[in-house]
């Protein structure tokens, strides 16, 4: 290898991140670090690798917001975007582990990104350790109001009788929206045709227009088109109904097997932060996700709010996991290949 290069945050290191969660979290967790002593001291910055305005953000100042007067410091929610989540990320990864500079994660940023890049720039497991979960926005296929079909097995059955297929928009290839798109029509088998835009937000024009048939996306993205008789949700990718729309049944009432997807909000500590200040964020997550006012914000954006067991490092590794061996699936499914 030539002097300079930087293999351990590209190839040598993507062997860390297909091989599982539980080994490279238990090396993370054994670096080096700095003695947490009277932390924290000075304020706090969350990188959200985003733009503002974004579910990422949104969860991330709710929770700073209610986290800072727990912690006695205040915390600086910073959005460096670019790259997919790559840039920011990568910033957070080479931080000091020292609790004052933490990652807003996301599957984009946490699980898809690096899995289909030749050569990441950091490995979402050695690199980072989780804190917590902060919640989930589940996904949902809505439909054109023209479409004849009002269930997911309509929409199979039709696809089916359709040579050209149903057009299904998405945010892009390979991202959150594409890959349970692929897992859906592989456990299905309806001929739905994959519309790749950049990001969620360019495919609702179109969608408003007509010129895609549907669109695979988070629920909020498309409440109100559904609200207003502009689009019809078919289904939603969670364990259960939505309070915000409890006419519409979940993909595992219509017979998949927990097939869920949602966009998750995960924050994250470089590796090496002493587990004190885990300990001490995750018991500070935990009083605020018990506030009325946490739980009311959540749910008027359709989020699941974090369990018990999603405020712990392992209840995030273990979600993690089963995140990864989903996306590998979906991404053999589609044929895509790391670039």
């Not at 293999?7 to 590209?10: H, S, V, Y």
């Not at 040598?12 to 091989?19: I, S």
């Not at 924290?40 to 304020?43: A, M, S």
């Not at 910073?78 to 975007?81: A, H, K, L, T």
């Given at each position: 290898?030539p002097?300079?290069?930087v293999?351990?945050?590209?190839a040598?290191?993507?062997?860390?991140?297909?091989?599982g969660?539980?080994m490279p979290?238990?090396m993370?967790?054994?670096r080096?670090?700095p003695r947490?002593?009277g932390w924290?001291?000075?304020?706090i910055?969350?990188i959200?690798?985003?733009?503002?305005g974004?579910?990422?953000?949104?969860t991330?100042?709710?929770?700073?917001?209610?986290?800072?007067?727990?912690?006695?410091q205040?915390?600086?929610v910073?959005?460096?975007?670019g790259?997919?989540g790559?840039i920011?990320s990568?910033f957070?990864a080479?931080?000091?582990?020292d609790g004052?500079?933490?990652?807003?994660g996301?599957?984009?940023?946490?699980?898809?990104?690096?899995?289909?890049?030749l050569?990441?720039r950091?490995?979402?497991?050695?690199?980072?350790?989780p804190?917590?979960l902060?919640?989930q926005?589940?996904?949902?296929?809505?439909?054109?109001?023209?479409?004849?079909v009002h269930?997911l097995?309509?929409l199979?059955?039709y696809?089916k009788?359709?040579?050209?297929?149903v057009?299904?928009?998405?945010?892009?290839?390979g991202?959150?929206?594409?890959?349970?798109l692929?897992?859906?029509?592989a456990?299905t088998?309806?001929?739905l045709?994959?519309?790749?835009?950049?990001?969620g937000?360019?495919?609702?024009?179109?969608?408003?227009?007509?010129n895609v048939?549907?669109?695979l996306?988070?629920l909020?993205?498309?409440?109100?088109?559904?609200?207003?008789g502009?689009?019809?949700?078919?289904?939603?990718a969670?364990a259960?109904?939505?309070a915000?729309?409890?006419?519409v049944?979940?993909?595992i009432?219509?017979?998949?097997?927990d097939?869920?997807?949602?966009?998750f909000?995960g924050?994250?500590a470089?590796?090496g932060?002493?587990?004190?200040?885990?300990e001490?964020?995750?018991?500070?997550?935990a009083?605020?996700?018990?506030?009325?006012e946490?739980q009311?914000?959540?749910?008027?954006?359709?989020?699941d709010?974090p369990?018990?067991?999603?405020l712990?490092?392992?209840?995030?590794?273990?979600f993690?996991?089963?995140?990864?061996?989903?996306?590998r699936?979906?991404?053999?499914?589609?044929?895509?290949k790391?670039?």
């Open positions: 290898m002097r300079g290069a293999a351990p945050r590209g040598g290191r993507r062997r860390l991140l297909l091989t969660v539980a979290l238990l993370a967790q054994g080096p670090g947490p002593g924290p001291t000075r304020p910055r969350f959200v690798p985003f733009a503002a974004g579910n990422a953000d949104i991330a100042r709710l929770f700073a917001s209610h986290i800072s007067p727990r912690l006695g205040p915390i600086v910073e959005n460096r975007s790259a997919t790559a920011g990568e957070v080479r931080s000091q582990p004052y500079t933490l990652l807003i996301s599957p984009g940023s946490i699980i898809n990104g690096p899995l289909l890049q050569h990441p950091y490995d979402p497991i050695a690199d980072f350790t804190i917590a902060l919640g926005v589940p996904m949902v296929i809505i439909v054109r109001p023209g479409l004849p269930s097995g309509e199979v059955s696809s009788t359709r040579r050209q297929g057009t299904i928009g998405t945010s892009g290839i991202g959150a929206n594409h890959l349970p692929e897992l859906f029509k456990a088998g309806a001929n045709v994959h519309v790749p835009y950049r990001g937000g360019a495919t609702l024009p179109d969608f408003v227009a007509g048939d549907g669109v996306i988070e909020p993205s498309v409440l109100d088109l559904h609200r207003q502009r689009g019809r949700i078919l289904g939603i969670s259960h109904r939505s915000l729309v409890p006419e049944p979940t993909f009432e219509f017979g998949l097997q097939f869920l997807a949602s966009s909000v924050l994250f470089p590796a932060t002493p587990a004190e200040i885990i001490t964020l995750q018991a500070a997550l009083e605020a996700v018990k506030e009325t946490v009311e914000r959540l749910a008027s954006f359709g989020a709010p369990t018990a067991e999603e712990t490092t392992a209840g995030v590794a273990a993690l996991q089963q995140e990864l061996a989903k996306a699936r979906a991404i053999a499914i589609a044929g895509l790391p670039e």
